[in-house]
């Protein structure tokens, strides 16, 4: 039964089947349905010459194509007029016949032009199904759709290779049973807040253990098509990110424990440099205080970049240790200004602040920020001399802005300097650095439930900006 459902709804078809199937088939029809006729003739009388003839040309039209309908057309007019239009048993020549004849022709070439049409447009929905599938069943990433209660509705066959269950285990199974504990309560809230969310698209990185017991971590990309009534369902594709997930931390517990192992000799070596530049420093040798000068900016910029080594291994383990209360953020912003001023040969710091009361936050961490921003203010502008510091109260929020007329940075590349590493083509070889910086005044920016942002023109300049609740 659902072999017959397959075959009249299915592309099957004999258009390229031997010569004598396809005309020999269609002949017989018609010799079938004529007997059946002649012998009916009695009860179906001439009103219906063509009746049943129409089924026989939209088979033969639908299975057989569209050459051996025309065939089949001609063929059936001729017996029509012959046996069934009167004078019966011969050929009828009278005016309103032909006419008849005529416009059976027409009728069943109509329907020959439709069914090659309809064929077309079957044929072209069952080869985009066949590539869809293909592309689906072959692709490397893994495919499943879920409900909105999370069940998986369909597995693509690459699940197998990727978690070790066949796909109809899968869809046995719990949509959660394999996951990691780690990252449970996070992965479901993050499934059912999407679930309510129509269209949208989230990535996660969580655990979950394969057949062979072990622990892989993938990456899902999850999509909401719950609202397309053709698909109903949150698509998954996810591939098997275990080794980079273990490199990169590899990468940083390196990071953390080579910044805490050179932290230490910095320290003395910061000491000693200290010491003897005030020892230097009313001597008449004024070489030497000038080399031991250049070794303490020297030490001081490898200190600034264990720091920030160090605070982005500490943001990986769990985060910043961070007091907060309330403090002055204009005077924060004045000592630190007048600070760096004095280490500046070329640049002047022109600061205008709004009168702002104490606002809550951490005001070591605050500092850090206008520190970075104002060293890259110095360090992006070399070939200018100023640089503005300003702030400004917009409803709950103080606004600072550190603005500088440097290279600039291209508008393509303006949303990815606050991640980790991430360091502007252009300035890459001409200025040294991490990248760090801004993204740890992101991290710490975000903790105090503001926002940090760039507004940036290459060869004119850039004014970076955060804003903290008052
Ligand atoms: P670093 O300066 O150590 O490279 P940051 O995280 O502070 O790292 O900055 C990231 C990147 O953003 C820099 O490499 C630089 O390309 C760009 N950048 C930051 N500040 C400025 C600025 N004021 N002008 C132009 N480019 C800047």
Redesign the pocket.
């Known amino acids: 039964m659902w072999g017959l459902k397959k075959f009249l709804a299915g592309s099957t078809n004999f258009i390229n089947s031997p010569f004598y199937i396809k005309y020999g088939i269609p002949l017989l029809l018609l010799i079938w349905v004529t007997l059946l006729k002649l012998i009916l003739f009695k009860y179906i009388g001439q009103p219906t010459p063509f009746l049943l003839y129409f089924a026989v040309i939209i088979i033969t039209a639908r299975y057989f194509g569209e050459i051996s309908a025309l065939v089949i057309i001609f063929c059936a007019a001729l017996v029509v007029n012959f046996f069934f239009l009167y004078p019966y048993d011969s050929f009828s020549i009278d005016t309103g016949h032909l006419v008849q004849t005529g416009i059976f022709v027409l009728e069943c070439s109509f329907i020959v032009g439709l069914s090659a049409a309809l064929r077309k447009t079957v044929q072209k929905m069952h080869q985009r199904d066949m590539v869809f599938k293909a592309l689906v069943e072959k692709s490397a990433e893994g495919i499943t759709m879920h409900n909105a209660d999370g069940m998986r509705i369909y597995c693509s066959p690459s699940v197998e290779e990727i978690l070790g269950y066949t796909p109809e285990e899968l869809l046995k199974q719990d949509p959660w049973a394999y996951s990691h504990e780690g990252e449970l309560l996070y992965a479901k809230e993050q499934f059912y807040r999407l679930a309510s969310h129509p269209g949208k698209t989230i990535t996660i990185l969580h655990r979950v253990r394969h057949k062979n017991d072990k622990w892989i971590w993938l990456e899902s990309r999850l999509t909401n098509l719950l609202h397309e009534p053709m698909v109903n369902a949150i698509i998954s594709n996810f591939t098997d990110v275990t080794d980079r997930v273990y490199l990169e931390k590899q990468r940083e517990d390196f990071i953390g424990v080579a910044s805490h192992e050179l932290k230490t000799p910095l320290t003395s070596l910061k000491a000693f440099t200290q010491v003897l530049e005030n020892r230097f420093k009313n001597s008449t040798d004024t070489s030497s205080h000038e080399i031991i000068t250049k070794i303490d900016y020297q030490v001081n910029r490898i200190v600034s ?1 264990i720091n ?1 080594m160090l605070d982005v291994s500490s943001l990986q383990a769990g985060g910043l240790n961070f007091n907060i209360s309330k403090f002055d953020l204009n005077e924060l912003i004045n000592e630190l200004s007048q600070a760096l001023q004095q280490s500046m040969r070329k640049h002047r710091i022109v600061v205008n602040l709004a009168p702002l009361d104490a606002i809550p936050g951490d005001r070591d961490r605050i500092g850090q920020i206008i520190n ?2 104002i ?3 110095v ?3 070399p070939a200018a001399d100023t640089i503005n510091i300003s702030s400004k109260i917009d409803g709950d929020y103080v606004t600072v802005s ?1 603005q ?1 007329y ?4 291209p508008e393509d ?1 303006q949303k990815s ?2 991640e980790k590493f ?7 070889k001409a ?11 992101y991290q710490i920016v975000e903790i105090h439930k503001g926002k940090i942002g ?1 507004i ?1 023109h290459p060869g004119e ?2 004014t ?1 900006w955060f804003s903290l609740p008052l």
């Open positions: 970049m920030d970075n921003l060293a890259n203010a360090k992006y502008s550190v500088d440097g290279i600039g940075i590349e300097i606050f991430y360091r502007v083509g252009n300035s890459q200025f040294q650095g991490l990248g760090l910086g801004l993204f740890i005044c760039v940036s300049g850039s970076f």
